[in-house]
């Protein structure tokens, strides 16, 4: 088993940064694969970022191309999400997620773990 507590969401004016982090405890953080989704009310759960598990590769969906950095710090057991020239459109429910294997995954089938949400307001 897998716990995941994100942190770090809250309201931000459009142009702004965040920095999401999501501690992880219950099996070696170093070993699997992790990625960021976020959920806007009324819409599906989409892809943000994903790490594999070293932290040497990473991929990011078409809304956080050039704003967001996802990273990891295994000795801290964390995952990172830093969000830069924040939108309105980046207001949503962000998740953190934790797969069962080492590489990208960018699928919400592609994780068996996730934790409850932080949630981030960009307002105009």
């Known amino acids: 088993q897998v716990q995941l507590v994100e942190s770090g969401g809250g309201l931000v004016q459009a142009g702004g940064s965040l920095r999401l982090s999501c501690a992880a405890s219950g099996r070696t953080f170093s070993t699997y694969a992790m990625g960021w989704f976020r959920q806007a009310t009324g819409k599906e759960r989409e892809f943000v970022a994903a790490i594999n598990w070293i932290g040497s590769s990473v991929y990011y969906g078409d809304s956080a191309k050039g704003r967001f950095t996802i990273s990891k710090d295994n000795a801290k057991n964390t995952l990172y999400l830093q969000m830069n020239s924040l939108k309105p459109e980046d207001t949503a429910v962000y998740y953190c997620?934790?797969?069962?294997?080492?590489?990208?995954?960018?699928?919400?089938?592609?994780?068996?773990?996730w934790g409850q949400g932080t949630q981030v307001t960009v307002s105009s």
């Open positions: 997620a934790a797969g069962t294997v080492a590489g990208l995954q960018f699928t919400t089938r592609g994780y068996a773990y």
